[in-house]
């Protein structure tokens, strides 16, 4: 019997999808993903307030589903996900960068996260930097070789409180050589470990912190040329998970 009170479960009117599944954070991104597979039609379901889509690309089902902000939400359709058939997720989302030498438009595929999320504490973990799994960081690496796409790799901060980004903490990040912050992967990483499945995310610089001056990128062209980039490598991600 199940320590939790209220569990995730499948509900009688919702679909059954196969072990690949892509979670992605914005709107506008969802759009673009919907065009590089090819999806057409509506929405087969909703988890929360997000909607779900289903593709068979070379005898492979996948999932889609977003938007998606914050850790706590995000947890909560990564649960849902899993109950329906899910087993290897990957996340596409954007983030902050902290260190000079990553730029607004670069790619982070993030190996680590630092906590400074609440929902990781609900979920038992036996690692303070959570980590994803070693395939899906091997499938991400793999397909953006592939495609000459260049990238950086480290660990992501998670946050709930971008307005509480100081220069106190972005140094101290700096230091422990942390790339960038976001709101959910931290969560994302502690939750799949402890339902033992595998995930793995390829995040997007939309702005910059690193000189403890912020500079925003996210109606750059180049951020936007990324954006599209990231959407069209996703199936490539998928065909190796």
Not at 190 to 195: I, K, P, Q, S, V
């Amino acid at each position: 019997m199940p320590e939790e009170i209220v569990c995730p479960r499948k509900g009688k009117n919702d679909p059954s999808i196969g072990p690949v599944a892509v979670m992605v954070a914005m709107e506008k991104d969802l759009t673009l993903m919907r065009q590089s597979m090819g999806i057409q039609g509506r929405a087969v379901g909703r988890i929360l307030s997000s909607r779900l889509y289903k593709v068979t690309r070379r005898h492979q089902d996948i999932a889609l589903v977003g938007p998606m902000i914050g850790a706590p939400y995000a947890v909560m359709i990564l649960e849902k996900l899993i109950v329906l058939g899910a087993k290897k997720i990957l996340f596409l989302g954007w983030c902050g960068s902290i260190q000079q030498g990553v730029r607004i438009a670069d790619f982070v595929v993030p190996d680590r996260a630092v906590i400074g999320e609440g929902t990781s504490g609900y979920y038992t973990v036996d690692n303070e930097y959570p980590k994803p799994s070693d395939a899906m960081i091997n499938a991400i690496e793999e397909s953006l070789h592939i495609c000459s796409i260049s990238f950086h790799k480290g660990p992501v901060w998670s946050t709930d409180a971008p307005y509480r980004e100081t220069r106190q903490k972005v140094l101290l990040l700096q230091g422990e050589g942390v790339l960038g912050v976001d709101m959910e992967l931290s969560a994302l990483f502690t939750a799949a470990r402890f339902r033992q499945v595998e995930i793995g995310a390829l995040l997007v610089v939309s702005d910059e912190l690193g000189t403890l001056r912020w500079r925003p990128g996210f109606s750059s062209a180049k951020f936007n040329r990324s954006r599209k980039t990231a959407a069209e490598v996703i199936p490539a991600i998928c065909e190796r998970l």
